[in-house]
Structures are given as C-alpha cells and as structure tokens.
C-alpha cells in the first residue's frame, strides 16, 4: 500500500468518525455538558487528518523529491494562527526544504 492510500484511508475513516462527533455534540448539547467522548473522538479526528497529510507529505516526497535526503524528518506543515507568511516560511518550510 502506497502512502497515498494510507491518507486515503484515514480521511475515509474520519469521515465516520465525523458523524460520531456530531452524534456526541448533539448528546453534549441537550446534557448542556461537554462529554469526555466528544473530546476524544474531536481529538482522534484531528490527529487522524494530520496523519493523511504526514502520509500525502511522505508520498509526494518519494515521487518528487532529491532522495539523498531520504533520512530526514518528512512531515506535512502547518502553522499556527499568530504567524504570517514569512513567519511560516522561515520557521516551518524552509528548514525543511526536501525539494532543493
């Protein structure tokens, strides 16, 4: 199985386990409480969509990428709310760029 398929599967999974969230907001709701099962399967969720993109990452790498830099750390980038463009660049993208 190719590392496209694993993101594949998870984003297919996740979209079960999307359904499961909304089941567990509604139940949090008319509880006016937040469950611990919403926070884990919210949890889960995301954890899960950032693996298919780590996966997708990994993928694209393989097929494009200078495969002399195999050992390095190959993840998918993300940013947090508070940094700008550049910010992003130099602190996620650039350390790490596979694609010289």
Same mark, same amino acid.
């Given at each position: 199985?190719?590392?496209? #398929?694993?993101?594949?599967? &998870?984003i297919s999974d996740?979209? +079960?386990t999307l359904k499961e969230i909304e089941n567990a907001y509604? +139940?949090?709701?008319?509880?006016?409480? !937040?469950?611990?099962?919403? &926070?884990?399967? /919210?949890?889960n969720f995301?954890?899960?969509l950032r693996s298919a &993109? #780590?996966?997708?990452a990994? $993928? &694209?790498f393989d097929r494009y990428a200078d495969?002399?830099?195999? $050992?390095?750390? !190959?993840y998918f980038p993300y940013a947090w709310e508070s940094l700008d463009l550049n910010e992003f660049r130099?602190? /996620?993208?650039?350390k790490n760029a596979y694609l010289d």
């Open positions: 199985m190719s590392f496209f #398929d694993d993101a594949k599967h &998870l996740s979209k +079960e509604q +139940e949090s709701l008319n509880q006016k409480t !937040i469950s611990p099962r919403l &926070l884990i399967k /919210t949890k995301m954890e899960n &993109l #780590d996966f997708t990994h $993928g &694209l495969q002399s830099k195999a $050992g390095q750390n !190959i130099s602190k /996620t993208v650039s």
